[in-house]
Each structure stands twice: as C-alpha cells, then as structure tokens.
T-cell receptor
Framework: GQNIDQPTEMTATEGAIVQINCTYQ??????LFWYQQHAGEAPTFLSY????GLEEKGRFSSFLSRSKGYSYLLLKELQMKDSASYLC??????????FGTGTRLKVLA | DVKVTQSSRYLVKRTGEKVFLECVQD?????MFWYRQDPGLGLRLIYF???????EKGDIPEGYSVSREKKERFSLILESASTNQTSMYLC???????????FGPGTRLLVL
C-alpha cells in the first residue's frame, strides 16, 4: 500500500525553530510537496522537492532523502500566523497526489 | 495569479438529492482534481482528469461521478447524496511536472 506519516500535532514558541517530519512509502516517486492550511481555508503551496537535499525559501526550508523515504519542513523564526496545519504530499506517478493527514502546529506567545 | 473557484462555499442538501459541485480554473491547466477532506483522514482523492472528457478514479470514487466537458471546468456529482458524504470538498488544478496543484476555497457540504 501507499502510506504517508506525519505527527498529528506539534507546539512551539514564537521566535523558535520547528521541524515537521514526513515519512512515506509509495509505489513510485515523482516529487514531494508541502502545503500550509489555515483552519477553514484551502491548502497553499510551500515547497517542492524531487532531488535529495535542502530547498530553502525564506523562513521555510524543506529537506528530502529519497533513499530513506523521508522529508522534513523546517520553519524558522516562528510567528503566530504560522499556526496552521502542514500537509505532506507525494506524487508517485504522473498525476495523482497522496496526502498525509497533516500536522497541526500551534505557535504560542 | 492562479485562480480556482468553486460554485458554493457552503451547501446543505437532503439525503437522496442529486448534488452538483462545480470548479473553474483560469490557468489553462491540463489536470484537475476533486478531493474530500475529513478530520483525521486528510485529503483523499475522489476523481481526477488529465484532459477534456478524460477522467480517472481516485482512491474513493464510490457514490461520485465527474464531468469535464471544457478544459477550465470540472464538475463533481453526487448521484444520491448520503449523510456519509458530509465533508469539505476541495477542487484543485495543476500542470504537473515541477508545478504544484492549486486549490479552490472548498465547499463545505452538509447532507441531512
């Protein structure tokens, strides 16, 4: 079967760094995506990894290890507005995406 | 900016009714998707389409059908709504490759 695992919930303090992990087992691999979803809103795209290594975009970075079936999203200098769910998704083939159940991040003052 | 719109934000229907959810994208994307999102289950793919008049089943197609007569429009149909179809429905479109998919605002459907 195809499976994506992420922690259900995390809590961190404003200004801190948090790492959200994602492990996957899929029939193929054609890219890994991270999305942010605020309560009651649609997911919005954060990052894309298809090769091993780190991709950095401002306060957000995403890392991929294809051999380990592992990715993480790193959020630096946390702000209150970063309180949201973070979704990890893998595209095993050409079209379909498989999503994890999401990690709900609470940022405390 | 990519825009994906859905016909309704909130919808209340009765069991047995036929329900149409419409999605329109303005970026000439080849691929369009319908998901439902439920607490603890995440986003699950119902159907997708990679071209006009083409459709493929996703992971949970039972009780649903779709229509794509024009490139920009992808409709989800609940032939006979049931209470277990109460959910948030999200449409997305994308071009594939390195491009992500872009989501519409979602339709929260309640079936009584």
């Amino acid at each position: 079967g195809q499976n994506i695992d992420q922690p259900t919930e995390m809590t961190a303090t404003e200004g801190a760094i948090v790492q959200i992990n994602c492990t996957y087992q899929t029939s193929g691999f054609n890219g890994l995506f991270w999305y942010q979803q605020h309560a009651g809103e649609a997911p919005t795209f954060l990052s894309y990894n298809v090769l091993d290594g780190l991709e950095e975009k401002g306060r957000f970075s995403s890392f991929l290890s294809r051999s380990k079936g592992y990715s993480y999203l790193l959020l630096k200098e946390l702000q209150m507005k970063d309180s949201a769910s973070y979704l990890c998704a893998v595209r095993p083939g050409t079209y379909k995406y498989i999503f994890g159940t999401g990690t709900r991040l609470k940022v405390l003052a | 900016d990519v825009k994906v719109t859905q016909s309704s934000r909130y919808l209340v229907k009765r069991t047995g009714e036929k329900v149409f959810l419409e999605c329109v994208q303005d970026m000439d994307h080849e691929n369009m998707f319908w998901y439902r999102q439920d607490p603890g289950l995440g986003l699950r793919l119902i159907y997708f389409s990679y071209d006009v008049k083409m459709k493929e089943k996703g992971d949970i197609p039972e009780g649903y059908s779709v229509s794509r007569e024009k490139k920009e429009r992808f409709s989800l149909i609940l032939e006979s709504a049931s209470t277990n179809q109460t959910s948030m429905y999200l449409c997305a479109s994308g071009q594939g490759g390195q491009e992500t998919q872009y989501f519409g605002p979602g339709t929260r459907l309640l079936v009584l």
